[in-house]
């Protein structure tokens, strides 16, 4: 098994694991998932959400067709983001360090459990907060039917 960097690259990937890729490239590097969900919608296009919930990782495949990874969600205090461990700033400092790489399209809300949501539309990339603390963050691409990244 080789060893992931904890990096969230948005609109790219994990690390060394790139949206688009095989559920088998993210198992060759992290292994079989703790847990794993199956969501199909009523279009059928069909979500597999892997848990590795020791690492602190969800990778989330989707594709009618072909299914690719198209979305994490981390929550270990390790990850990176540009260069920064992102469960160590408050939310001001994420908003500037996004800022600082090229995301301003900032949307924030509620969510029915109380938690804060901070998103940037421009790096499809979610920060989720219970009062001031950092508890998870969500990011990803959009996938058609056949399995493809689409562009935005």
Not at 82 to 97: D, T, Y
Not at 98 to 127: A, C, H, P, Q, W
Request: hydrophobic share 35%.
């Amino acid at each position: 098994m080789k060893a992931l960097t904890l990096e969230i690259k948005p609109k790219e990937g994990l690390g060394e694991l790139k949206f688009g890729e095989s559920s088998e490239k993210l198992i060759s590097m992290l292994g079989e998932a703790e847990e794993m969900e199956d969501i199909e919608d009523e279009d059928e296009f069909n979500t597999v959400i892997l848990n590795y919930w020791d690492k602190g990782i969800s990778a989330f495949f989707e594709g009618k067709e072909n299914s690719v990874l198209s979305c994490f969600e981390v929550d270990n205090p390790e990850t990176i983001l540009f260069g920064q461990k992102v469960f160590e700033l408050s939310e001001n400092e994420i908003i500037e360090l996004m800022k600082e790489n090229g995301y301003s399209d900032i949307d924030t809300d509620v969510e029915e459990n109380g938690e804060k949501r901070l998103s940037f539309e421009d790096g499809m990339i979610d920060f989720f907060f219970d009062d001031d603390s950092l508890l998870a963050v969500n990011w990803g691409v959009l996938v058609n039917d056949q399995g493809e990244i689409e562009h935005y």
